[in-house]
């Protein structure tokens, strides 16, 4: 695995906790840390984010996120003592949203499919 990758599972197991556990901000009660993507440069931190809940929910969270990005970043800096604490960029992750929007279109066209061999049998 390549140092970015390294550094980037550390981050967000550290970005995990701090968000879980350190975080009072009630906006962002329902917030998973989904991954972290490093910059090669390791200068900068994609943290993307699942929230539970809706829209409004969502936006909520992230903007909280966004506030707290600069005490997050400290409080990593201070617990990995890496040579320099890349900056923290909350960002929603979608791939769960997308894969149930998948999901629901597959079950239409499976459903589709079963009605136009149901038409068939009967005519």
Do not use: C
């Amino acid at each position: 695995m390549r140092r970015p990758e390294r550094v980037a599972d550390i981050l967000r197991d550290e970005i995990t906790q701090i968000v879980g556990y350190e975080l009072e901000d009630p906006r962002i009660t329902m917030v998973t840390v989904t991954d972290v993507r490093l910059s090669e440069n390791l200068k900068a931190a994609r943290v993307y984010v699942t929230v539970a809940g809706n829209e409004e929910e969502h936006k909520l969270a992230l903007a909280a996120l966004r506030k707290a990005a600069p005490y997050v970043r400290k409080q990593v800096g201070l617990s990995l003592n890496l040579p320099r604490t890349p900056e923290i960029h909350f960002v929603r992750d979608r791939v769960e949203e997308e894969g149930e929007r998948v999901d629901k279109l597959l079950d239409k066209i499976e459903r589709d499919w079963e009605r136009e061999e149901r038409i068939k049998d009967e005519g």
